[in-house]
C-alpha cells in the first residue's frame, strides 16, 4: 500500500535521512582502526570487483563528478592505497589500480562494513530491510543525478 502525502509527511524524512548520514559518517570517521574515509572505502571495494577500472566508471559508481573522483584518486594514491595509469588505448583516460597496501586496506575496509551493516540491521528483519533498501533506492531513480554540481564535491 502507497503512502499518501500527507500521511508520509509525519515522519521527517528529509530530517532523519540527513542525520542519520551525519551520524554514520562522524561514527565511522572516529574509530581509530579506520585507515580510509568512506569514500576511500568505496573506491577500494569497486576496485576489489574490477582492477583497473576507468576513472569516470568508478565516479560513476561512487555518484561522483569528474572533480571529485579526481580529488579521491588523488588522496588514496598519497596514501598508496590506488595508482593512476593510463589506459592503454585511450592515451586520455586514466584507468585506476589497487597497490598491495590497497589490497589489505580493502580486506580491513570489507571487515569493517560487516560489521557497521549489523549494527545497522540489528533488531529488524530481512523483510523489513528489504523494504528500507528498496525505499533508498528509488530516492536515486526519483532524484537521478543531473548536470548541476554537488556542493560536497
Not at 116 to 122: H, K
Request: no cysteine.
Amino acid at each position: 500500500m502507497r503512502n499518501k502525502s500527507s500521511e508520509a509527511g509525519h515522519h521527517r524524512l528529509i530530517y532523519l535521512l540527513n542525520v542519520a548520514q551525519r551520524r554514520l559518517r562522524r561514527w565511522m570517521a572516529a574509530r581509530p582502526q579506520n585507515e580510509v574515509t568512506p569514500a576511500q572505502a568505496g573506491l577500494l571495494f569497486i576496485l576489489g570487483k574490477q582492477d583497473g577500472v576507468l576513472m569516470g566508471e568508478a565516479g560513476a559508481a561512487l555518484d561522483m563528478g569528474p572533480a571529485g573522483i579526481s580529488g579521491l584518486v588523488d588522496r588514496s594514491a598519497a596514501a598508496k592505497l590506488v595508482e593512476r595509469r593510463a589506459d592503454r588505448e585511450d592515451g586520455r583516460a586514466w584507468r585506476v589500480w589497487l597497490t598491495p597496501k590497497g589490497r589489505n586496506v580493502l580486506a580491513q575496509a570489507k571487515s569493517d562494513a560487516a560489521a557497521v551493516n549489523a549494527a545497522l540491521t540489528e533488531g529488524f528483519t530481512t523483510a523489513e530491510i528489504d523494504v528500507v533498501a528498496r525505499w533508498l533506492a528509488s530516492i536515486q531513480e526519483k532524484f537521478p543525478r543531473d548536470a548541476t554540481r554537488d556542493p560536497e564535491e
